[in-house]
């Protein structure tokens, strides 16, 4: 069969080339796509095809006469610090498009039945004291002082504070790649998590590539978030840089201290200990999160100087990347790798929506990204009906 050449205006060209990183299109492509602007050749439909699929943009987005406009406030909220960052990947724009799609039917759910409002959303709006949001959000969730000591590691602490938040209406996600599709991995540089406020739905994402300990930071910093009732896309690279806002000052406050409360912190470190270091990790192990969690309190509390604390960031990060390499070759459970991206209130809705004919099935394998074989175990792991 002869190929078909296809007419493909080059500011669309031009503009899914800006979306893409080129290294992922491979030298053949590029080369076709510098003839294609510069008139000497026309793609053909299949070549047009790879791009797409290279890219991971819409095959119908090519035949447009003008680039499409995709509006999302949330990107508004990015910390940029290098020139790989200017321009959101496809994977962070398909992300926040399926929890947008996840946020509107929650919340179209909420309002059929009934619901009010979250009365946590926005309620601090307007303090701009970290210690009165701390202990708002611990009588919301309903945390003692030292909440932690009841979890056994991070991964526990992080199950348990995710478990407050589903109990106050909020949805918490969390994935590590785009849908189910293990080769459009999420990268932690890019965004480590994000927040979209909705009085009805509130609903943060955790970004799964991460640590535990991360993660557990990135939950609680967005939960201030929420009661700031102010939208979020967070990735943690201005810790090491001037110029942060105030909203992201007062969000790394409050998780700091809900994480590890001042008081206790002092009580618990050792002036007298030489190795800095070891008081460090002893410190993470105690209060269930992360050594570069200790390492910011340190900071904050003048005991360490900011040569130790970058060291410390950055050991973290070498043992994360290890431990990351390990566990892909190791593997995982496939059913509670399912249980773990989605929010336990949205399968039980998705549920109970099906029985009331309120959804298909097929609307709902949709949103959770599952087959019905795959749904009915999802369900059952939350006690939802079984099909």
């Known amino acids: 069969m002869p190929a078909v050449n296809v007419n493909i205006q080059p500011e669309i060209i031009r503009w899914a080339l800006s979306q893409t990183q080129k290294e992922k299109l491979g030298d053949t492509l590029m080369n076709n796509i510098i003839q294609w602007l510069n008139g000497t050749k026309t793609p053909t439909f299949k070549q ?25 406030e949330l990107l508004e909220y990015r910390t940029v610090d290098s020139i790989q960052l ?30 009010e409002v979250l009365p946590i959303v926005g309620c601090m709006k307007d303090v701009r004291d970290a210690q009165s949001i701390v ?33 106050c209406g909020v949805i918490v996600m969390m994935n590590g ?7 459009r991995a999420l990268d932690i540089n890019e965004f480590r998590a994000f927040t979209m406020v909705d009085e009805w739905a509130p609903l943060v994402f955790i970004n799964a590539a991460d640590s535990n300990g991360a993660r557990l930071f990135s939950l609680l910093h967005e939960a201030a978030h929420i009661w700031l009732g102010v939208d979020d896309l967070y990735n943690d690279r201005h810790n ?29 470190w050792d002036d ?13 192990g105690y209060f269930r999160c992360g050594e570069s969690v200790i390492a910011r309190k340190a900071l904050d509390c003048k005991k360490i100087t900011k040569d130790i604390y970058n060291k410390i960031v950055q050991t973290a990060i070498d043992n994360y990347n290890q431990m990351k390499e390990n566990r892909e070759k190791s ?22 929506s099906i029985s009331m004919g309120r ?11 599952t087959s019905r074989k795959t749904f009915s175990e999802v369900a059952q792991h939350f006690g939802g009906m079984e099909w």
């Not at 007298?272 to 002893?282: G, L, N, R």
């Not at 790798?337 to 039980?348: E, I, P």
């Open 359 to 369: 959804t298909s099935y097929t609307e709902a394998y949709r949103l959770t990204n």
């Open 272 to 284: 007298d200990e030489e190795d800095i270091y070891a008081v460090i990790t002893e410190l993470a």
């Open 135 to 167: 202990d708002r959000i611990r009588k919301d969730l309903e945390l003692d002082t030292t909440w932690y000591e009841k979890c056994r590691n991070s991964r526990e602490a992080f199950g348990f504070i995710r478990g407050q938040l589903e109990t």
């Open 177 to 183: 790649v785009v849908g189910k599709n293990t080769h």
């Open 86 to 115: 200017v321009n959101p990947s496809r994977n962070l724009i398909d992300t926040v498009h399926e929890m947008e799609n996840i946020q509107d039917w929650m919340k179209d759910y909420r309002q059929e039945l009934g619901f």
């Open 48 to 72: 047009i095809e790879d791009f797409s699929k290279k890219a991971n943009i819409p095959l119908g987005y090519f035949f447009l006469q003008t680039p499409p406009v995709e509006q999302m």
């Open 240 to 268: 090491r840089i001037n110029g942060v806002s105030v909203v992201e000052i007062m969000c790394n406050a409050v998780a700091g201290e809900l994480l590890v409360p001042k008081s206790v912190f002092l009580g618990k």
């Open 331 to 352: 593997g995982g459970n496939y059913y509670n790798t399912m249980g773990s991206r989605l929010d336990g209130n949205f399968v039980k809705a998705l549920c109970e």
